[in-house]
């Protein structure tokens, strides 16, 4: 079981917005603004897309936003495209002292229609 | 470009052991803490370990202390993976990732194909 909770599947069609959620603890997402998200494509490595709750690494389109709400962590993803269709992870730092300092979600299939 | 590598994965029997080595281009990369991730075929992340800059400072999973061991050489670029009494359950892609001193990480290798079977 992961450590951070997300939805296993979206979907949306060409356009559309969609949202997907992270849900922690006040020990990582709660407690720190180093939420991240990651996109992975079949058979290719993970992206970073999201970094500090809602940055976009150079490159990354704007279409895609991140926020957070206490213990829960949002991606956005805005307009949506084909290429967009693949699986997201969402991951937080959880503190030095922990046993565990990073952890990631069980990911997110993102379907567009 | 900025750039990682990765080599030494391959079928090994359970009890076994295997290196990873992940080689590093177009940045740095003394100046950066540095990190294994795997996946389970079929499955999500698992943050692996880590090891500081210098290499002075390690972090290892609970699911693999004491039977992994992370190590970097700076003067070759090159980050390594030392994995033994490796079980069904080590079978996976492993990744090598690179820091982002943004808590996050910011460049994935390609990914080495770990099988742990008989």
């Known amino acids: 079981q992961s450590a951070l909770t997300q939805p296993p599947s979206a979907s949306g069609s060409p356009g559309q917005s969609v949202t997907i959620s992270c849900t922690g603890t006040?020990?990582?997402?709660?407690?720190?603004?180093?939420v991240s998200w990651y996109q992975q494509h079949p058979g290719k490595a993970p992206k970073l897309m999201i970094y500090?709750?809602?940055k976009r690494p150079s490159g990354v389109p704007d279409r895609f936003s991140g926020s957070k709400s206490g213990n829960t962590a949002s991606l956005t993803v805005s307009g949506l495209q084909a290429e967009d269709e693949a699986d997201y992870y969402c991951?937080?730092?959880?503190?030095?002292?922990?046993?565990?300092?990073?952890?990631f979600g069980g990911g997110t299939k993102l379907t567009v229609l | 470009e900025v750039q990682l590598v990765e080599s030494g994965g391959g079928l090994v029997q359970p009890g076994g052991s295997l290196r990873l080595s992940c080689s590093a281009s177009?940045?740095?990369?003394?100046?950066?803490?540095m990190h294994w991730v795997r996946q389970a075929p079929g499955k999500g992340l698992e943050y692996v370990s880590a090891?500081?800059?210098?290499?002075?400072?390690?972090y290892y999973a609970d699911s693999v202390k004491g039977r992994f061991t992370i190590s970097r050489d700076n003067s070759k670029n090159t980050l390594y993976l030392q994995m033994s009494s490796l079980r069904a359950e080590d079978t996976a892609v492993y990744y090598c990732?690179?820091?982002?001193?943004?808590?996050?990480?910011?460049?994935w290798g390609q990914g080495t194909m770990v099988t742990v079977s008989s």
């Open positions: 990732v690179k820091d982002s001193r943004r808590y996050a990480f910011d460049i």
């Open positions: 177009g940045f740095t990369f003394s100046s950066y803490a």
């Open positions: 090891i500081s800059s210098n290499g002075g400072s390690t």
């Open positions: 006040s020990s990582d997402v709660g407690g720190y603004n180093y």
């Open positions: 500090e709750v809602s």
């Open positions: 991951s937080s730092y959880a503190g030095s002292n922990n046993l565990t300092p990073w952890v």
